[in-house]
C-alpha cells in the first residue's frame, strides 16, 4: 500500500508526552505506587440523579432513533433557561444554542464554517491543543498570543501588529485556563468586546470551567459583556461541571449566524448527540446543584493541600481560583521537561511539562487534581524529600 498520510497530520504539533507515557509505563511494570496528575479528567463519578435519568431514557424507545442534528429542543430550551439563571443572559433556543457530543468537538468544527484556506486565528498559547489543530484542519494558520505570568496570564492585544489583527478572523479564548489556572474579569472582556469590532474579529471563548470555581468566586460568561453576543460564540461542556467526561455533551451558545454555521458543519458529518444523553444533561442542569458546590469543595481542598506542600520546598504557584490545575513553576536550571522526569522517576508523579501546550509554557509544569486529598498529600510528602 502506497497510501501516505495526509499533509494536514504531518503538521500536528509534536505529541510531547510520548516519552513520559513510557516512563509512567516503565514505572507501573517495576510495581511503583504512581500518582497520576497528568490527565485533565475527573475521578469523581457523575451523581446519581443524572445516571438515574439516562437510565429511564434509555429504556424509551423514541430515544433510539436519530436525534435531530442541532439537538433535542428541550434541551437547549433547558440550556437557554440555565443561562439565565446562571449569567443573566438571554438565549433564543432554536437559534442561539446548539447542542454538541462534548465542546472539543464543537470547537474543533468550527473553523470548518468560517475558515478559508491561508486565513488567520488569533490563538493564546500555552493552550489546549485543538484550537491551533482545528484552525490547521481548515487550512488556516494560528498567530500565537503569549500567556505569561507577568500578564496574569491574558493576552496582550496591544502586542499584536494591527495588520495581523486586521488579517485575523477568530480569535480563540479560554477563560477560566487550561493549562494555567488562570481567569478573566469584566475589564478584560470589555476590551476583547472593543478589539473584536475594531479589527473585526469573532471571538471563540471556551468556558469548559465556567462552574469550577473556589472561594465562592464565580466565573463570568462572555456573553454577559454587551455587544459580545454580536461578535461572539462561546462553548461550554458538562464534563468538568458533572463529571461527564465520557457522556459527551457540550453546547455553544451565542450569535445566530455562528452557530448555525457550526450547526451547518455538524449536520454534514455527525448525526447528534443520544437524546437518552441530552435527557439526562437536562437533568443536570436543572438539578439539584449541590453536586456542583460539593465538587468545588472537593477541589478546593485538594488545591490547598497541594499548594501548601509546593510552598514548603520553595516553590510558589499561582493559585488558581477555579480550574482543577496548578500552573507550578520549576525549581531554578529546571526545564519543564527535566522536572517532568524528575517528578516521575524520583517520586512516581505523572505530571505534564508546561512546554507541551506552547513555548511560553516553558517554566512550568501542570498538575491536575485529579487523586483525592489523601494522594495528593502522599504526592506532596514524596516532593517534600526533594532537594533542588
Ligand atoms: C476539558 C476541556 C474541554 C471539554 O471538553 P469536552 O469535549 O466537552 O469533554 C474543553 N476545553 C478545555 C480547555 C478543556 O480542558
Not at 432513533?65 to 446562571?86: E, H, K, L, T
Not at 503569549?146 to 493576552?155: A, K, Q, T
Not at 464534563?239 to 459527551?248: E, H
Not at 481560583?321 to 517528578?343: E, H, I, Q, R
Amino acid at each position: 500500500m502506497t497510501l501516505a498520510k495526509a499533509e494536514r497530520l504531518k503538521h500536528l504539533p509534536p505529541y510531547l508526552f510520548q516519552e513520559i507515557d513510557r516512563l509512567k509505563a516503565d514505572l507501573l511494570a517495576k510495581g511503583v505506587d504512581v500518582i497520576n496528575l497528568g490527565v485533565g479528567d475527573p475521578d469523581l463519578p457523575t451523581p446519581g440523579h443524572i445516571i438515574d435519568r439516562l437510565q429511564e431514557a434509555a429504556e424509551d424507545p423514541s430515544t433510539h432513533q436519530y436525534p435531530s442534528y442541532s439537538g433535542m429542543n428541550d434541551f437547549r430550551i433547558s440550556v437557554a433557561g440555565w443561562y439565565q439563571r446562571r449569567f443573566g443572559v438571554e438565549l433564543d433556543p432554536l437559534r442561539e444554542v446548539l447542542t454538541l457530543i462534548g465542546s472539543k468537538e464543537g470547537i474543533a468544527h468550527f473553523p470548518l464554517a468560517f475558515i478559508n484556506p491561508g486565513d488567520l486565528a488569533l490563538v493564546p498559547t500555552p493552550a489546549y491543543p485543538v484550537y491551533q489543530v482545528a484552525m490547521l484542519f481548515a487550512g488556516g494558520e494560528s498567530y500565537f498570543m503569549p500567556l505569561v505570568r507577568e500578564n496574569n496570564f491574558l493576552p496582550d492585544f496591544s502586542a499584536i501588529p494591527p495588520d495581523t489583527a486586521r488579517r485575523a478572523k477568530l480569535m480563540f479564548l479560554n477563560y477560566p485556563n487550561n493549562p494555567t489556572g488562570a481567569t478573566a474579569e469584566r475589564d478584560f472582556y470589555e476590551k476583547v468586546v472593543a478589539f473584536a469590532r475594531e479589527y473585526d474579529v469573532v471571538v471563540c471563548h471556551d468556558a469548559a470551567y465556567s462552574e469550577m470555581a473556589f472561594d465562592g468566586y464565580r466565573p463570568m460568561s462572555f456573553l454577559e459583556i454587551p455587544g459580545a453576543k454580536e461578535v461572539a460564540i462561546e462553548f461550554h461542556s458538562l464534563s468538568k461541571t458533572y463529571n461527564m467526561t465520557g457522556w459527551r455533551l457540550g453546547f455553544a451558545v451565542g450569535n445566530a449566524k455562528l452557530i448555525e454555521g457550526l450547526g451547518q458543519v455538524k449536520s454534514n458529518i455527525d448525526s447528534g448527540a443520544f437524546n437518552a444523553v441530552q435527557w439526562a444533561g437536562i437533568a443536570a442542569l436543572e438539578g439539584d446543584q449541590q453536586c456542583v458546590t460539593e465538587m468545588q469543595q472537593t477541589y478546593q481542598e485538594r488545591r490547598d493541600v497541594l499548594i501548601a506542600g509546593l510552598r514548603r520546598v520553595g516553590i510558589q504557584p499561582v493559585i488558581p481560583k477555579a480550574t482543577f490545575y496548578v500552573w507550578c513553576p520549576t525549581p531554578p536550571g529546571y526545564t519543564s521537561a527535566d522536572f517532568t522526569s524528575l517528578l516521575l522517576k524520583e517520586c512516581g508523579i505523572v505530571t505534564t511539562p508546561g512546554s507541551g501546550f506552547g513555548a511560553p509554557g516553558e517554566g512550568y509544569v501542570r498538575l491536575a487534581l485529579t487523586v483525592n486529598k489523601a494522594r495528593i498529600a502522599e504526592a506532596v510528602a514524596r516532593i517534600e524529600k526533594l532537594s533542588f
